[in-house]
Every structure is written in structure tokens, then in C-alpha cells.
């Protein structure tokens, strides 16, 4: 089978298209024939081993997994001795941020990690761009209790996990400030946001609205500037470490305080994760935003403009078997 290959961290320069063997399900797991999976800011930092705890995961010298990839929209083709909740045939996508080999037309999973049916009416491309960044945001989403009528707002509002984000929000009926630059202002509207801010023209940290929570989906604020917005007992999350790492340690300090806090979520659950994902899809509440697309042949070029770090939403790697 076609495949991305790597044997050590670095640029997108590192990676080849090879043709490598085929795997096999072991008796917990199915085969899956890949028709679309995505290029996302976690195959990124797996890529380059940036930050470096990431290496602690993926292989302290050199990557372990040799192929690329998280996730993946395809169908079963083969079922391992010990399957139950799968048969051949069925449409499924998932993730998983410890490295799924999914660059390639074929790939494995054990069936009780982070894979799903897929919902019926949305195209492999749609599934497979509604894993990683969908998985993240929702990660943000479980960590406060959100009530009809909260203030939210959501920085970074058009990358995979903002644009997942928004779209959540108001699944859960509050007010969303969306924040993004100038190009994007109508797409943040149509995805749900009751206002927008555009970050080229204005800085949010300095509007006058005050917010119950502040998700910053692109990890580029920090709480200490963020703080002035939150309402009394309000939470700031980011999705990045922060400046000094701070976003790490903070939320223990916050927490012996009270007040305002910060909140710096593990996602974990993914198979959580896609059980949400899957009935918001199904309710018509969430449609992944697609930026561009490339062939599995043009994985490498698709890593370039993703680690620019300035994608809309979602870039589909498409799969294809001749
Ligand atoms: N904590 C975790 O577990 C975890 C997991 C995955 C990813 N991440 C991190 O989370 C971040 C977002 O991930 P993602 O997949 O959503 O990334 P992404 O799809 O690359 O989106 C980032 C978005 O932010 C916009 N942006 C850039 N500068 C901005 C600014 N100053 N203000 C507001 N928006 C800005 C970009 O568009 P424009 O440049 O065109 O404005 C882009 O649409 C990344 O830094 C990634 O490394 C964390």
C-alpha cells in the first residue's frame, strides 16, 4: 500500500510517499481502507517533536510510528478474531493523538479506542475533518458547565478547533464572541457567532463585554490579559502551553485562590469525544470547515501550509485506490 513514511523528526522535507506492506488486524482490531484523513496542528507538532515532551510519547531519538497520520474517514475491511462492535463493510472514522499510521490507504485500531460509525449523508472528506480539532474543542467544553445565556468567547475561532468550538457553543445556546481576522468575519457568522471581533483591526483583550469563559483556541493571549474580561468566578483555557509554560502551572494556583481561574485540560477521551461529535453531526448542529484539499501524493506540500498555522478549519489529505 501507498503510505507517508519518516524515520526521524523533522520538517515536511523528511517525509516520503513509499509503497510498504500491508497491515493486519490483530484479534481486537479492524483493517480499515482509508478514503480521506486530514493534516492537523497534532501531526504537526509529532512531525518536528516540538514541544519536546512530545518525544516522550512518540520515541525519545527517533519516531516510533514510521507512518504519519491521526485520523481517518474509511470502511472496514476486515474484523480481528475478537470483534464485536464492528463488521466489514461499515463506514467508520476517529482519531487518535498517539498516532493512527493513517497517512496511507490502510490502517488499524483497536475497536474500543476512538472510532465510530460514521453518520450517514456526510462524505468521507466531512468525517474525517470532523476528528482532531472537534475532539479538542469539545475537551475545552467539558471542563466548565455551561448554561443557556453564558458569554463565551473563542479566540483562534477559525482553526479546526475554533471553528469546532463555536459551532458547540451554540449547540449549548450561548452568546459567542468569535474572534478571527478579515477574510473570515462572514464565515465566523454563518458557523454561529453573535459577534465578531476581527483580531487585524481590534484588540479583544480590550472590549468592554465581560465573559464567563475564554477559550483561546490558538494559544495566543494569556490569562493574566485575559483576566480583566472574566466575569467573577469566570474560566480562561488555552489550547497551548503559553509563553513561559505558564498555562501548566497556573491552574493549580488559581484553584487554591478561587476567582477567576485557568484551566489547562488533558484531552483524554476520545472515544468520548466522537460519541458527542457523532449525535452533534447527526442533529445538524456541526459541519466541519474545510480548507483546502490535497492526494495522498501531496501529504508533504499539505504539511507546509498547515504549519504555517493560519488554515481555516480542516485540510483533507484524499486517498485514493486504483
Ligand atoms: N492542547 C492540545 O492538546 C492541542 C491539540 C491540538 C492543537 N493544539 C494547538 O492549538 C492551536 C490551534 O489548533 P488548530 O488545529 O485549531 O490550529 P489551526 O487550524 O492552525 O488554526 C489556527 C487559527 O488561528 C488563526 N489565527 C492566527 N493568529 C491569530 C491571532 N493572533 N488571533 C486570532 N486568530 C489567529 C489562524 O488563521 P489566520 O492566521 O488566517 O488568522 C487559524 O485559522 C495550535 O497552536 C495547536 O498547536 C493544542
Known amino acids: 500500500?501507498?503510505?507517508?513514511?519518516?524515520?526521524?523528526?523533522?520538517?515536511?522535507?523528511?517525509?516520503?510517499?513509499?509503497?510498504?506492506?500491508?497491515?493486519?488486524?490483530?484479534?481486537?482490531?479492524?483493517?480499515?481502507?482509508?478514503?480521506?484523513?486530514?493534516?492537523?496542528?497534532?501531526?504537526?507538532?509529532?512531525?518536528?517533536?516540538?514541544?519536546?515532551?512530545?518525544?516522550?510519547?512518540?520515541?525519545?531519538?527517533?519516531?516510533?510510528?514510521?507512518?504519519?497520520?491521526?485520523?481517518?474517514?474509511?470502511?472496514?475491511?476486515?474484523?480481528?478474531?475478537?470483534?464485536?462492535?464492528?463488521?466489514?463493510?461499515?463506514?467508520?472514522?476517529?482519531?487518535?493523538?498517539?498516532?493512527?499510521?493513517?497517512?496511507?490507504?490502510?490502517?488499524?485500531?483497536?475497536?474500543?479506542?476512538?472510532?465510530?460509525?460514521?453518520?450517514?449523508?456526510?462524505?468521507?472528506?466531512?468525517?474525517?475533518?470532523?476528528?482532531?480539532?472537534?475532539?479538542?474543542?469539545?475537551?475545552?467544553?467539558?471542563?466548565?458547565?455551561?448554561?443557556?445565556?453564558?458569554?463565551?468567547?473563542?479566540?483562534?475561532?477559525?482553526?479546526?478547533?475554533?471553528?469546532?468550538?463555536?459551532?458547540?457553543?451554540?449547540?449549548?445556546?450561548?452568546?459567542?464572541?468569535?474572534?478571527?481576522?478579515?477574510?473570515?468575519?462572514?464565515?465566523l457568522k454563518t458557523l454561529g457567532a453573535d459577534k465578531v471581533i476581527n483580531y487585524e483591526k481590534e484588540d479583544f483583550t480590550k472590549d468592554e463585554q465581560k465573559y464567563n469563559f475564554i477559550f483561546d483556541a490558538v494559544g495566543k493571549s494569556t490569562f493574566g490579559k485575559c483576566k480583566p474580561l472574566l466575569e467573577p468566578g469566570g474560566i480562561y483555557i488555552s489550547s497551548e502551553l503559553g509563553p513561559a509554560a505558564q498555562n501548566v502551572y497556573l491552574p493549580l494556583v488559581t484553584k487554591v485562590f478561587g476567582g477567576k481561574k485557568i484551566k489547562f485540560p488533558i484531552p483524554t477521551d476520545v472515544r468520548g469525544s466522537m460519541v458527542f461529535i457523532k449525535k452533534l453531526i447527526e442533529k445538524g448542529k456541526f459541519k466541519p470547515v474545510i480548507d483546502r484539499r490535497y492526494p495522498l501524493e501531496q501529504t508533504i506540500e499539505a504539511y507546509r501550509y498547515v504549519e504555517k498555522g493560519q488554515k481555516t478549519g480542516n485540510v483533507v489529505i484524499t486517498v485514493e485506490h486504483k
Open 1 to 187: 500500500m501507498k503510505a507517508i513514511v519518516y524515520t526521524k523528526y523533522g520538517p515536511p522535507d523528511v517525509l516520503q510517499l513509499k509503497e510498504v506492506e500491508k497491515p493486519a488486524p490483530k484479534d481486537n482490531e479492524v483493517l480499515i481502507r482509508i478514503y480521506a484523513t486530514t493534516v492537523n496542528r497534532t501531526d504537526c507538532a509529532i512531525l518536528r517533536a516540538k514541544p519536546f515532551i512530545v518525544r516522550f510519547f512518540y520515541g525519545l531519538f527517533t519516531p516510533k510510528k514510521k507512518i504519519t497520520g491521526t485520523d481517518f474517514a474509511g470502511k472496514i475491511e476486515e474484523v480481528g478474531k475478537s470483534v464485536s462492535s464492528f463488521k466489514a463493510g461499515e463506514k467508520v472514522f476517529g482519531f487518535d493523538d498517539n498516532g493512527l499510521r493513517s497517512h496511507a490507504q490502510y490502517t488499524t485500531m483497536p475497536e474500543d479506542k476512538g472510532i465510530a460509525r460514521m453518520p450517514e449523508h456526510i462524505t468521507y472528506e466531512q468525517a474525517a475533518a470532523s476528528t482532531e480539532g472537534a475532539h479538542y474543542a469539545y475537551n475545552f467544553i467539558k471542563k466548565v458547565n455551561l448554561t443557556k445565556g453564558q458569554k463565551v468567547l473563542v479566540n483562534g475561532a477559525t482553526g479546526a478547533i475554533g471553528s469546532a468550538a463555536v459551532q458547540f457553543l451554540k449547540y449549548f445556546d450561548v452568546y459567542v464572541t468569535a474572534v478571527g481576522n478579515t477574510k473570515n468575519m462572514e464565515l
